[in-house]
Every structure is written in C-alpha cells, then in structure tokens.
C-alpha cells in the first residue's frame, strides 16, 4: 500500500514563503502525475499545481508566478515551493499521486492526509 506524508505547513505572514513537501513510500512501481490540491474553509478541493514524471508543469492561474512545483523521481518526492503568499492562500494542502505498484498494474490515485498552511494579514 502506498502512502503520501506531506510536511512544512504552518503559520506565517503574508508576503512570506513555505516549501511543502510530500513523500511516497510502500510498493511503488512507477508514479506518473504528482501534484498539490487545497481546501480552503467552506470551499471545494482546487488545485494547485500538478507535475508528470518527465517535468511538466500545470498551475492554477490563481498561483502562477507565485508558487513553484517539483519533484524528485529518485526519492518519490514532490515540492510546492510557495512565495509571495497571500491571506487567500489559507488552506488544507493535499498532495496526490497516481501510483502504480507493479509493472503491469494500472495506475491508481492516492491522497496524502494534508497540511495546514496559514497566511496571517
């Protein structure tokens, strides 16, 4: 069973920086798409920024030029380097991941337990 343990959220003040990190562990074959969601209060699960095992990139327009995505394949570790942040960007971070465990097995999605990042005005 794969799992994603997500840490470096907290509280800091606007303007501020945090880098997020999310690590796979477990039987892991392959993981193609690595990428971040959040979840402000009353609000859906968006996302945030998603990376393919080859590099590419998608961001949210709301984070572009702010926030920055990466990975290490060796290490089945994804990043979310976040600068400039802004009260809005308060929420439950989640790291996700298609996984497959075997050669030959599908890919399957799994979600960390998520980490709280809090912007302050």
């Known amino acids: 069973q794969v799992q994603l343990v997500e840490s470096g959220g907290g509280l800091v003040q606007a303007g501020g920086s945090l880098t997020l990190s999310c690590a796979a562990s477990g039987i892991i074959f392959s993981i193609n798409v690595m990428g971040w969601y959040r979840q402000a209060p009353g609000k859906q699960r968006e996302l945030v920024a998603t990376?393919?095992?080859?590099?590419?990139?998608n961001y949210a327009d709301s984070v572009k030029g702010r926030f920055t995505i990466s990975r290490d394949n060796a290490k089945n570790t994804v990043y979310l380097q976040m600068n400039s942040l802004k009260p809005e960007d308060t929420a439950v971070y989640y790291c996700?991941?298609?996984?497959?465990?075997?050669?030959?097995?599908?890919?399957?999605?799994?979600w960390g337990q998520g980490t709280l990042v809090t912007v302050s005005s």
């Open positions: 996700n991941a298609n996984v497959a465990a075997r050669y030959g097995q599908r890919y399957l999605e799994v």
């Open positions: 990376i393919t095992s080859g590099g590419s990139t």
